[in-house]
């Protein structure tokens, strides 16, 4: 029996590693960027200029396999688009300065087009589209288009979409990767995990003969015990926050399926966790921490006679980016319960003596779990 549960044990802890490895290279897979189109600003030659204009950047970048994101949060860039009659030339820096006045224009890279006759008795517009790395907070690109009619504005926007993708750094037709660490950087995660706690039921020799329990009325009647490993699933559920860059705190809850001396029952424990995120590996968190555990409630009052009431320990959790809002992780811990696991004699009167048998109980727990984040930190 003893060898068929190592077996299971090694098992269950080459699949949690497989799935951790397997989540954490889907986590890590090369995405699109996201680039986040606020309403175009401005007024041009008819009132529909400006849904016209955002049709058209929307579909042209959705055919070059970039990611348009559906707010400004989180989104790795800004592209914001402004139409305005034209009067003179220095108003292709107004609009950039304003929005970045950080900046002076040589900070970006700046092309402007004439999309117009020459010498037109028409009203000239300008169209200006401004690239901008929300994670720099720096704009890097601006765009001027003098035209006439939004016909002469399609017939660029190849060029300039192409301009956009070249300043990014990436060809127009591949997906690319933008480095985001917001998914580390959360003041709140809702936690949970699948587990696959190992529980060590260790004897003790209290009242035993030669770790034996016996006959009341023959001592010679003895029936050898050993040392219990429990393997059943678990489930935890938590709230960690973030209180400092270095400093998180997770009240948690574990719910559990546990069998002892042929009794099923169900084990519900509180815990707090105190984390040390170390965030120095990219794309990657760690976390080691320390533990405390009560036992709130045990379903089988058949089993224990009594149960410790706290358990310290500590563990560390691999976390790597799953989606945007959060994180998916590995966790491994180790907890010890202080005070003698104690249950009833489960032989009845044939080794009826001693009445109850003492065991040190610890846990060793492997997990797999997704935290959301909620609430940027910076």
Known sequence: ???????????????????????????????????????????GKTPNDNNVIAQMLTSEIKKRNGGLGKSLRG?????????????????????????????????VTIYTYNATLRNSPEQVYIFQLILKNEKTNQAILLQNLLYLSIDSVYDFFPLLIFNIFSKMNIKPTETFETYNDDWRNKWLYLRTSVDFPITFYALKDNGLIAGSVYNKTDPTKIQHLDNKVVLLPAMTLGTEVQVLNWLSIEPNAQIGW???NDQDF????????????????????????????????????????????FAFGGGFQISTKG????????????????????????????????????????????????KFGLINRK
């Open 266 to 309: 169900i084990d519900i424990e509180a815990g707090l966790q105190i984390k040390f995120p170390l965030k120095f590996i990219r794309n990657i968190m760690l976390e080691p921490y320390g533990s405390a555990v009560y036992p709130v409630f045990t379903s089988s009052s058949k089993v224990f006679k009594s149960f410790p009431l």
């Open 1 to 43: 029996m003893a060898i068929g549960l190592l077996i299971n044990m090694k098992k269950c802890i080459i699949w949690v590693l497989l799935l951790g490895v397997g989540f954490s290279l889907f986590a890590q897979t090369r995405s699109n960027p996201s680039i986040f189109i606020p309403p175009i600003t401005g007024f």
């Open 258 to 260: 546990e069998y002892l």
């Open 323 to 370: 989606g945007r809002p959060g994180a998916v992780f590995i966790d491994v811990n180790y907890m010890y319960y202080y005070g003698d696991t104690v249950t009833y004699n489960p032989y009845g009167k044939l080794y009826s003596e001693p009445e109850e048998i003492h065991y040190q109980r610890s846990v060793l727990g492997l997990g797999i779990g997704y």
């Open 75 to 107: 989104a790795d860039f800004i592209l914001y688009g402004t139409i305005a009659p034209y009067n003179e030339e220095q108003q292709y820096y107004h609009n950039y300065v304003y929005l970045n006045a950080e900046n002076t224009p040589a900070d």
